[in-house]
């Protein structure tokens, strides 16, 4: 009684553990099933999408056609600058009697805001000593409050246009673009000291510089140019443009570019998500209907079938059903097997019950012990079934496990026909190993493993004696037939009938010479022997050899295995 409740607490402990276990077996599967979305298409979109991804941002990046048009432009301000030099030099210019050249401010206001109009540059005049004396943006003189500026453009994109240019001015924020540059300010009383490229055309040299302008939005470009008259230097034009149009033409550049990416990216989408659906959504059904074979009960489970796709998915199609079919077929013979055995087994033991009920009955000592040679001869027959399904049963598993190794058929079958003539007795059949002429002995190597390839030819010899007549002859042949050996077993014996050719090799089928006492066989010598030839890749086969007459003349064997 205690052990009895110990037991069922430790059941009870153990219980719950166990049901964790199989809700996890349960639900694993179904977790997978019930997947939103496949893990194999978001990898095939992140790896397509992300490459269109990186060839786009490099597009979009244009730094040398950006760079290219910044130069372009400061080369039309620096030919514009000495334009606007040399005519300054002519009409802003008076000479000062006894003092020299001298640049008049008046004079240069009026000439630059009129040499000004036509563009959309700001053009600046600095004198010798570093004064702003003239801005054509300024409608007085210097330190003038009235000053002209440009509106910017109506806005023509409306909210959804204005939320994409947000976007667009987001993405191009972040591109290293145009490195670090100065920014631009602007005082309330410029100098030619805020503006290195004035100072360095006061030395009498043209410079040019380029500034990030924050409050206006994009860059400064601005070239300073000397106003010279006899190569005297009598002051600095400085012209200054925004890079509002060269920012809208790398714009345009870059949404023509975008257009492209978006058709590009949507066409990738497309095409990603139809790829993965050829390869997810077949590998699915795959999936499920061999967990259906795993979970099903019965036997109409079909596998879905994609050979027509002739690809990999098509292969593993036809992996899978052919496994499939090889499991059922298996389980086949399992089931008859283990049929077969319990009918084998149950014959000796309803002997084996019937004669010990028997001599139980009877007193008589003659016949009690000719019941005990009965009962003996049962055991012993037991003994050879058991012992023979037994090693049928683990072949296979026996012949995964173990490694291959070249094999001499040719020494080895020269070996078990010494061991023959030494333990045969008198009028046993003579066994003679038949080579061709020429052979050489690397000829009939193959690979296997020695001690089961023995197996089947010690059953062929012991086959082939049992139905030779005394004092015959069993000749052992060995051939090549291109990439493979012939070894042939052929006896003097009757023979076997046409329509067992192919059934001798069933497990637990027994055609015995007459005479034989019945039972010394289990059946199954012949059936483990193809099944080792099998597993070496190899076949076997039975047939008769016949006189030219026709006349049955014995029995022929014939083992084919790839050579090594």
């Not at 992300?50 to 048009?69: Q, T």
């Not at 500034?211 to 140019?225: K, P, T």
């Not at 570019?257 to 990603?272: D, E, H, M, P, W």
């Not at 059904?285 to 079938?305: F, K, M, N, S, Y």
Request: one cysteine or more.
């Amino acid at each position: 009684m205690a052990s009895d409740t110990a037991t069922a607490i430790a059941d009870a402990k153990h219980r719950p553990a166990r049901a964790a276990r199989a809700g996890a077996a349960e639900t694993g599967p179904e977790t997978r099933r019930r997947r939103r979305f496949s893990p194999l298409t978001l990898r095939i979109l992140a790896v397509n999408v992300l490459a269109l991804a990186l060839l786009g941002i490099g597009l979009l990046y244009l730094g040398k056609y950006e760079a290219s048009l910044i130069d372009t432009e400061l080369q039309a301000l620096k030919t514009q600058g000495e334009i606007f030099a040399a005519a300054l030099g002519e009409g802003a210019v008076i000479d000062s009697f006894g003092e020299g050249e001298e640049l008049i401010p008046e004079l240069g206001r009026q000439m630059m805001r009129r040499l000004v109009e036509p563009t959309r540059t700001r053009a600046r005049l600095f004198a010798l000593d570093g004064r702003q004396i003239a801005d054509s943006r300024s409608l007085g003189g210097p330190g003038s409050v009235v000053q002209i500026r440009e509106l910017p453009p109506p806005d023509r994109h409306g909210v959804i246009g204005g939320i994409f240019d947000g976007i667009y001015d987001w993405i191009v924020g972040k591109l290293p673009i145009r490195g670090d540059l100065p920014e631009y300010r602007e005082s309330a009383n410029p100098k030619a000291s805020d503006y290195p490229e004035v100072e360095r055309a006061l030395l009498g040299y043209s410079a040019q510089s380029v500034r990030r302008d924050r409050v206006n939005g994009g860059l400064q470009l601005s070239v300073a140019v000397p106003v010279q008259r006899y190569k005297q230097v009598l002051g600095a034009v400085l012209l200054s443009v925004n890079s509002a149009d060269l920012e809208e033409a790398v714009r345009s550049v870059r949404l023509d570019i975008l257009r492209v990416f978006l058709v590009a990216l949507t066409v990738t989408i497309c095409l990603s998500l139809y790829l993965a659906g050829t390869i997810a959504r077949p590998v699915r059904r795959l999936a499920a209907a061999a967990e259906r074979v795993r979970r099903g009960h019965g036997r109409q489970i079909t596998i879905p079938d994609f050979s027509d796709r002739h690809d990999e998915i098509g292969d593993l199609s036809n992996a899978f059903r052919d496994m499939t079919r090889a499991l059922w077929q298996r389980m086949d013979a399992t089931e008859r097997f283990a049929a077969d055995v319990a009918h084998e087994i149950k014959n000796p033991l309803t002997s084996l019950r019937s004669a010990v009920e028997t001599a139980a009955r009877i007193e008589d000592p003659v016949k009690q012990r000719r019941l005990l040679a009965i009962v003996q001869e049962d055991v012993e027959r037991l003994d050879r079934l058991i012992t023979d399904i037994s090693d049928a049963s683990r072949l296979d598993a026996e012949l995964s496990r173990l490694e291959y190794a070249p094999v001499a058929l040719d020494r080895m079958l020269a070996t078990l026909i010494e061991l023959h003539e030494a333990t045969s007795g008198d009028g046993a059949p003579h066994l003679r190993l038949l080579l061709p002429r020429g052979g050489r002995s690397g000829d009939f190597t193959v690979r296997g493993v020695e001690s089961r390839l023995v197996q089947v030819f010690r059953n062929l010899i012991a086959n082939a004696v049992s139905f030779s007549p005394p004092g015959g002859a069993i000749d052992l042949v060995l051939q090549r037939d291109g990439d493979a050996v012939l070894a042939t077993v052929e006896d003097e014996g009757p023979g076997i009938p046409e329509a067992k050719l192919v059934a001798i090799f069933d497990r637990f089928y027994s055609e015995r010479p007459a005479g034989e006492k019945f039972g010394t066989h289990s059946g199954l010598g012949l059936s483990i022997s193809r099944q080792i030839i099998e597993a070496h890749r190899g076949r076997i086969r039975a047939e008769n050899r016949r006189a030219p007459d026709g006349r049955v003349l014995g029995a022929r064997f014939v083992v084919r295995l790839p050579a090594a």
